[in-house]
T-cell receptor, first 114, second 111 residues
Framework: GAGVSQSPRYKVAKRGQDVALRCDPI?????LFWYQQALGQGPEFLTY????????KSGLPSDRFFAERPEGSVSTLKIQRTQQEDSAVYLC????????????FGQGTRLTVV | GENVEQHPSTLSVQEGDSAVIKCTYS??????FPWYKQELGKRPQLIID?????GEKKDQRIAVTLNKTAKHFSLHITETQPEDSAVYFC??????????FGPGTRLSVLP
């Protein structure tokens, strides 16, 4: 595809349920980022991959959040035992090189925990 | 780590007028500053960016200025049009590995 693709676009989860959010970056892009965007706020950094290596996970809010990119392409963000405060839009972005290059965002996954 | 502040949080201008959004950052090591436009329900899209070795960059009606000494940068939109209405986010790179975003400015262009 031409851009970053995320699935599902919308997810409703019952509190306590586990969810998995998928990101397909632009082919050949080395860097991949996950951000969390609450309503009316700017994107908040969660984690960063360079190829398959997770170089920074300092933004993950708790050990219920886990991300992987095993083959350096598709990435999955997993949230275990979801809570209401996890409700947000989860944005994935990719960039061609490391650092200081344009990041292209996906449409995001809107997660609602009820 | 980096911290980015952005002002104003909301901005209303008449069609044809100019709009200016200002951001400050905390880490003098940051050297890449992108601006994103996000329409309601859509993905953020890059509209312009600037690197620290440049003081100003212009692309048609959009320009960005950077003052490294003062650690602030600004977005200037001239001849605003209704389709410029959106939320605008500034960002700064954080050790070249990710981006820290400002809280956003909601721009409304009134016809």
């Amino acid at each position: 595809g031409a851009g970053v693709s995320q699935s599902p676009r919308y997810k409703v989860a019952k509190r306590g349920q586990d969810v998995a959010l998928r990101c397909d970056p632009i082919s050949g892009h080395v860097s991949l980022f996950w951000y969390q965007q609450a309503l009316g706020q700017g994107p908040e950094f969660l984690t960063y991959f360079q190829n398959e290596a997770q170089l920074d996970k300092s933004g993950l809010p708790s050990d219920r959040f886990f991300a992987e990119r095993p083959e350096g392409s598709v990435s999955t963000l997993k949230i275990q035992r979801t809570q209401q405060e996890d409700s947000a839009v989860y944005l994935c972005a990719s960039s061609l090189a490391t650092g200081n290059t344009e990041a292209f965002f996906g449409q995001g996954t809107r997660l609602t925990v009820v | 780590g980096e911290n980015v502040e952005q002002h104003p949080s909301t901005l209303s201008v008449q069609e044809g007028d100019s709009a200016v959004i200002k951001c400050t950052y905390s880490d003098s090591a940051s050297n890449y500053f992108p601006w994103y436009k996000q329409e309601l329900g859509k993905r953020p899209q890059l509209i312009i960016d600037i690197r620290s070795n440049v003081g100003e960059k212009k692309d048609q009606r959009i320009a960005v200025t950077l003052n490294k000494t003062a650690k602030h940068f600004s977005l200037h939109i001239t001849e605003t049009q209704p389709e410029d209405s959106a939320v605008y986010f500034c960002a700064a790179d954080n050790y070249g590995q990710n981006f820290v975003f400002g809280p956003g400015t909601r721009l409304s262009v009134l016809p």
